[in-house]
């Protein structure tokens, strides 16, 4: 993160209750001016206080959001990139995997349409346009939706739930976004009417009960609660995506396998619509 990061006050807060059940959560590590909670009802983890949206907003436009991680030095060869480049065709794989166990063995992707929400640079997209999917983005940083454009990539500046656009998609992918949006129900119910009927929907997201997690508390790297305001675990993942009408039909954990490799405490999930 730039030294220019923007500094909240419990001014720039809201109280928000389970998006599942409603419930209010206990809390379980107080962070000021953010709190993390547990839902009571269904074990859903989430931060209230939490940034109310023109603070979340304020938080995205930075120039510097996406260059402190993974994208700080986007050179072909840095060890960052090359493991970009293994998790994209990794996951890819497994993507075209789950499609041809639907649609009879065509794993071919060529004029297939390929929605990444929260899509960044658009690294992913470019990686998918070049297997041959017709692909399109929606991206809240304006700076980096700015640079998806320049490569010839359809991009919405915006939220999902908001952006102008028409089904249906053979694939549906969030990279390490469902954490960060206000409402992933909302979200996961946008994705069902947009997805094909044999679609498949493909979602990265921090482990909350991953080792990493468990061990460290409140000083696990991935909790930051400033963004990621949604924490997840195999179990009430599956419970979301049911409520919107989804199936599980992979989850992908191990840190050896391509589709997220290295990674200890991130989840990697398949879905189908039921
Ligand atoms: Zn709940």
């Known amino acids: 993160m730039s030294d220019s990061a923007p500094v909240f006050s419990a001014a720039d807060t809201e109280q928000v209750t389970c998006c599942l059940c ?17 839902c009571a009802c269904c074990t859903l983890v989430f931060v209230s206080p939490r940034l109310r949206a023109e603070a979340l907003s304020r938080f995205y436009d930075q120039v510097g959001y996406f260059e402190g991680g993974v994208y700080g030095d986007r050179s072909r060869w840095s060890p960052a990139m090359a493991l970009q480049r293994v998790w994209t065709s990794g996951r890819l794989n497994r993507i075209a995997k789950a499609g041809s166990s639907t649609r009879k063995g065509d794993r071919c992707a060529a004029g297939q349409r390929l929605l990444e929400f929260g899509s960044g640079y658009g ?17 809240l940083s304006r ?92 179990y009430t993942l599956r419970l979301l995506a049911a409520r919107a009408g989804f199936t599980v039909i992979d989850v992908i954990r191990s840190p050896l396998a391509p589709a997220n490799l290295t990674r200890l405490d991130s989840l990697v999930v398949l879905l189908r619509p039921a």
């Open 143 to 234: 700076p980096a939706a700015q640079v998806t454009a320049k490569q010839g990539i359809a991009v919405h500046c915006g939220q999902l739930v908001d952006a102008p656009l028409s089904g249906p998609y053979d694939v549906i992918c969030g990279w390490d976004t469902l954490e960060h949006v206000p409402d992933p129900l909302a979200v996961l119910h946008r994705i069902h009417e947009l997805i094909a009927g044999d679609g498949t929907v493909a979602i990265s997201t921090p482990y909350f009960s991953s080792l990493p997690s468990r061990l460290l508390r409140e000083r696990w790297w991935t909790l930051k609660p400033t963004e990621h305001i949604w924490h997840y675990t195999p």
């Open 22 to 38: 409603g419930d209010a959560g206990a809390l379980l590590y107080d962070l000021p001016p953010y709190g993390m909670r547990r």
């Open 123 to 139: 690294l992913f997209l470019a990686a998918a346009r070049d297997r041959g999917y017709d692909v399109q983005g929606v991206e």
